[in-house]
């Protein structure tokens, strides 16, 4: 015995209500999320580059305060000769700290390392702390230095004044050394002792300044073989 089949079939389970079937009918619209870019862009978002004094102007040409909110241009300089002096100075301090045993590659870390720097500079000289920045590259840079010159198998040390593209790399570079080394004997954190660094070599004071030491010395030589 087979049973009739009528047309009409039961639906199984319960019927919707006509609250859902109004919602099911009606578009999702989705509101877009409007981005305002300041005019003007500040570094990490805090800090002006506007107003910032460059006092030597030997060294003027040669420093870069081109607005960016990261200081970071993915090697856009690197094949060319001398492009570095176009290179955002703050880009050059952080690739300066990469260049050492643990920062090596870590292109994120060494950028965290310099916005807690510019943090610290900043609550403890209520100042823009790329002007900090400026102020101690220009204090740190030597004028003068020595090169080895040889005359008839005899070797001796001749003063010359220093290129100012020279002049602001080892500046940068004994100012990271400073901090690297002080941070190594002390309790204190690369970030501290990188502030205190800065602000050392932008007040001028040798006692408390490696890079500061390390100029004076570099004169005195350079003044004594002239």
């Avoid at 700290?97 to 310099?114: A, D, F, Q």
């Amino acid at each position: 015995m087979t049973k009739k089949t009528t047309g009409k079939t039961k639906r199984r389970g319960r019927p919707r209500k006509k609250e859902e079937k109004q919602q099911s009918k009606e578009k999702i619209t989705f509101i877009p999320k409007i981005i305002t870019i300041p005019d003007k862009p500040l570094l990490f978002d805090k800090w002006e580059w506007e107003g910032v004094e460059i006092t030597d102007q030997g060294l003027e040409a040669y420093i870069s305060l081109k607005p960016s909110f990261l200081p970071h241009s993915g090697g856009r300089h690197e094949h060319k000769r001398f492009a570095k002096s176009k290179m955002n100075i703050v880009e050059r301090l952080i690739n300066r700290i990469m260049r050492t045993e643990t920062n090596t590659g870590k292109k994120s870390k060494t950028i965290n390392i310099v916005q807690s720097t510019f943090e610290i500079i900043h609550q403890k000289t209520r100042q823009n702390p790329i002007q900090i920045l400026i102020k101690a590259i220009e204090n740190a840079a030597p004028r003068e230095e020595t090169t080895r010159i040889s005359y008839g198998g005899i070797i001796y040390h001749q003063a010359v004044d220093v290129a100012p593209l020279r002049r602001i790399d080892i500046s940068i570079a004994n100012i990271t050394e400073g901090a690297m080394k002080t941070s190594k004997n002390s309790v204190k954190s690369i970030e501290e002792c990188l502030a205190d660094e800065l602000i050392a070599a932008a007040q001028n004071n040798a006692q408390k300044s490696l890079a500061i030491k390390k100029k004076e010395e570099k004169e005195r030589i350079a003044l004594s073989a002239r």
